[in-house]
Every structure is written in C-alpha cells, then in structure tokens.
C-alpha cells in the first residue's frame, strides 16, 4: 500500500516534465517591489519574505564567511532556509585545533546535518494555521516514502512548530528546541514537503557540491543582491554530502530554471543550456534514496557510511575520507584529523 503511492505518482511526474515551466511574464523589472512579487508567484522557489528584501551582511557560521540577508531579525539564506542566530559569529571562527590546544566551548560552528534520533520528528502544529491539511498530507507523504515518523508532540524539547509566515521557510536538519516551518496561505502541501526537507537535513538540489557539473548557473540574468542564493552548500561551509551520483532535477528540493531572475531569463540551465521541469508534487526516488541514506530501515540517524575517497564537509571543516581516516588539506599540506566531541584535532603520528 505503502510502496502502491510512489508509484502511483511516478506517472503524473513524467507528465508534468512535459508541461510548460512557468515563466514569469514581466521582461522589464524595474523595482524592488516587482521582483519580490515576481518570485512570489512562482510555486517552484520557497522564499521565507517574498515582500521583503534585507540588507546583505556577512556573518561566519560553521566556520566560514557567508552573506545572508537580514529580515525581521532573521538571517535568510537561499530565500527559504533560516540559519540559527545564536550560532552564528560576526567574526571567523578557529576549526582545527593542535593536539593539546583547548578549544572554546562555545565555538560558532554550526551542525547543519544534526538528525533526529531513531527516526522521529515530533511536530506541534500552530492552532491559527490555515488548512492544516497541507502539513497533514505533506508528513503522510514523508511517512508513506521514508522510514521517518512524525509524533505529535508530547513534552519533547527538540520539534518542528508549523506556524504561520510571510513565505515558506525552514531551518535545515534538526537545530534543537523549537524550530519553526512557516507557511503562508500560498505554499502548498508540496511546499510543505519541501520544508520538511529541510527539516529532515536536506540541502537545495542545484546547492550540492558538484552542481557545476550538471548545470549552468547565468549570473547575469540573478537578481543584484541576491547571487549568493546560487552558492553551493560546501561553498557556504555548510555540513552535508550529496546522496545520489548526479544532480537530480526532480527532486522536490530542485529550484525552478527562473529562480530569482531579475529579467524573465533563466538562471539555472542543464550544461546544454536547455531547461528542466522543475516540481513541487512529491519525493523523487533520489530524494527518498537521499532521505533512506539519513535514516535507515534499522534506526538510522547515522547520515549513512562515509566513503573513502570522497570529501565531506563536518562540523565546518572540509574533510577527504581515506584509508576510514580523516585527511584535511591546510597551510602545512595533507594532514590527518580527528573529530572529538564536536571539535576538529591534528592527529600525531
Ligand atoms: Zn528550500
């Protein structure tokens, strides 16, 4: 019955990859204001203030100097993802630490890839939130794909509070405490799938560290201000790892080809300089595959196995897996690292 659901919407898939992409019709955009709206029509991007633009600023999390836009008191990061304040530094933040060396207790780096434990997410959902259906049927679409279970909350201290916004956001991976998915009356149950994803400790598709193999980013047809929504997660410092061998464009974390395009002209292309159908219905099979790599059938919450040879980005620091050993490249060359209560040592040989 489970199982029946995916494949039930793997034909509608196919048939939305043929439909037109929606394209915005304004081809001269001249204020801020109609570059705001004109990405808030468009149900393929989540941005959290789709009537608001912050100023830039620079701040250091998970170790690395990233810009992000600052509305309402809230750092926004790829239009829809918020980046926890209290862990965020004004100022760049030390990562691996010499043998003996004591490291701050309270260092900014950020765990982007924290996962809930034994595949549980506890929710509380809002009681003024309009049509709660969107969130139940989002999380009876995670349960029906995924090993993940989402609790009513009961007492937990780490959940998601669905609440009422000004756009669709979310942090990314479990953050700790309370930590809030908003949703304006026009995201839709696969927006709120989408935010699940983030929640659950998925990055944006077109972010992963080797996006530029797969696509074309057109910086010049971005909105000014707002190129740094094209990072990768990696250029960011962020943790995280890629779960499927290539770019999958249908993945519900996929931003559509006119994300924050300032001229009606694509931002993002495949390598050929075509378009892709971008969606907002269900899972891919590379999301689910991404999301079963998370949490798997025996308990997960591991982020899967490491593989040797390739390079991770943990607790901020960009890392190669070799020999099940750590290896970072700093000013003094190759050298092994361990990871101990959080922290990044030298290893001595
Ligand atoms: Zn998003």
Same mark, same amino acid.
């Given at each position: 019955?489970?199982?029946?659901?995916?494949?039930?919407?793997?034909?509608?898939?196919?048939?939305?990859?043929?439909?037109?992409?929606?394209?915005?019709?304004?081809?001269? @955009?001249? *204020?801020?204001?109609? +570059?705001?709206?004109? %990405?808030?029509? =468009?149900?393929?991007? &989540? +941005?959290?203030?789709?009537?608001?633009?912050?100023?830039?600023?620079?701040?250091?999390?998970?170790?690395?100097?990233?810009?992000? &836009?600052?509305?309402?008191?809230? #750092?926004?990061?790829?239009?829809? +993802?918020?980046?926890?304040?209290?862990?965020?530094?004004?100022?760049? @933040?030390?990562?691996?630490?010499?043998?003996?060396?004591?490291?701050?207790?309270?260092?900014?780096?950020?765990?982007?890839?924290? #996962?809930?434990?034994?595949?549980?997410?506890?929710?509380?959902?809002?009681?003024?939130?309009?049509?709660?259906?969107?969130?139940?049927?989002?999380?009876?679409?995670?349960?029906?794909?995924?090993?993940?279970?989402? @609790?009513?909350?009961?007492?937990?201290?780490?959940?998601?509070?669905?609440?009422?916004?000004?756009?669709?956001?979310?942090?990314?991976?479990? @953050?700790?405490?309370?930590?809030?998915?908003?949703?304006?009356?026009?995201?839709?149950?696969?927006?709120?799938?989408?935010?699940?994803?983030?929640?659950?400790?998925?990055?944006?598709?077109?972010?992963?560290?080797?996006?530029? %193999?797969?696509?074309?980013?057109?910086?010049? %047809?971005?909105?000014?201000?707002?190129?740094?929504?094209?990072?990768? #997660?990696?250029?960011?410092?962020?943790?995280?790892? =890629?779960?499927?061998?290539?770019?999958?464009?249908?993945? +519900?974390?996929? #931003? *559509?080809?006119?994300?924050?395009?300032? %001229?009606?002209?694509?931002?993002?292309?495949?390598?050929?300089?075509?378009?892709?159908?971008?969606?907002? *219905?269900?899972?891919?099979?590379?999301?689910?595959?991404?999301?079963?790599?998370?949490?798997?059938?025996?308990?997960?919450?591991?982020?899967?196995?490491?593989?040797?040879?390739?390079?991770?980005?943990?607790?901020?620091?960009?890392?190669?897996?070799?020999?099940?050993?750590?290896?970072?490249?700093?000013?003094?060359?190759?050298?092994?690292?361990?990871?101990?209560?959080?922290?990044?040592?030298?290893?001595?040989?």
């Amino acid at each position: 019955m489970r199982k029946l659901k995916l494949f039930f919407w793997l034909p509608v898939l196919s048939i939305m990859a043929c439909s037109d992409d929606p394209i915005s019709e304004e081809v001269q @955009v001249e *204020s801020e204001n109609q +570059i705001e709206s004109s %990405n808030a029509k =468009d149900p393929l991007v &989540e +941005i959290a203030y789709p009537d608001s633009k912050g100023a830039v600023t620079d701040i250091y999390y998970t170790g690395m100097k990233m810009p992000v &836009e600052n509305i309402d008191g809230k #750092y926004i990061y790829q239009g829809d +993802i918020i980046i926890p304040r209290g862990k965020a530094s004004k100022s760049p @933040v030390k990562l691996v630490y010499e043998k003996g060396e004591k490291a701050p207790e309270n260092k900014s780096v950020g765990r982007t890839s924290a #996962y809930w434990t034994d595949n549980t997410v506890y929710y509380e959902i809002d009681g003024s939130l309009p049509d709660k259906d969107r969130v139940y049927d989002a999380i009876s679409h995670w349960e029906a794909n995924t090993n993940l279970e989402f @609790v009513k909350r009961s007492g937990q201290s780490n959940y998601i509070y669905f609440t009422p916004g000004s756009g669709c956001s979310s942090y990314v991976g479990m @953050v700790g405490g309370k930590q809030n998915i908003t949703l304006a009356s026009a995201c839709s149950t696969g927006n709120t799938i989408h935010e699940i994803g983030h929640a659950v400790g998925l990055w944006h598709e077109q972010s992963r560290a080797d996006r530029d %193999n797969h696509v074309t980013i057109h910086w010049n %047809n971005i909105q000014s201000g707002r190129e740094y929504n094209f990072e990768t #997660y990696v250029e960011a410092g962020y943790d995280g790892k =890629d779960f499927t061998t290539s770019l999958d464009f249908g993945s +519900i974390m996929m #931003y *559509s080809p006119y994300s924050f395009s300032s %001229n009606g002209e694509p931002t993002i292309t495949r390598k050929d300089g075509s378009l892709y159908s971008a969606q907002r *219905s269900s899972l891919s099979n590379g999301d689910i595959q991404g999301a079963n790599s998370m949490y798997s059938a025996n308990g997960g919450g591991t982020g899967g196995e490491y593989i040797n040879g390739e390079y991770y980005t943990i607790e901020g620091l960009r890392v190669l897996r070799n020999w099940d050993r750590w290896y970072y490249y700093s000013s003094r060359g190759w050298r092994e690292v361990e990871l101990r209560s959080g922290t990044w040592y030298y290893v001595f040989e």
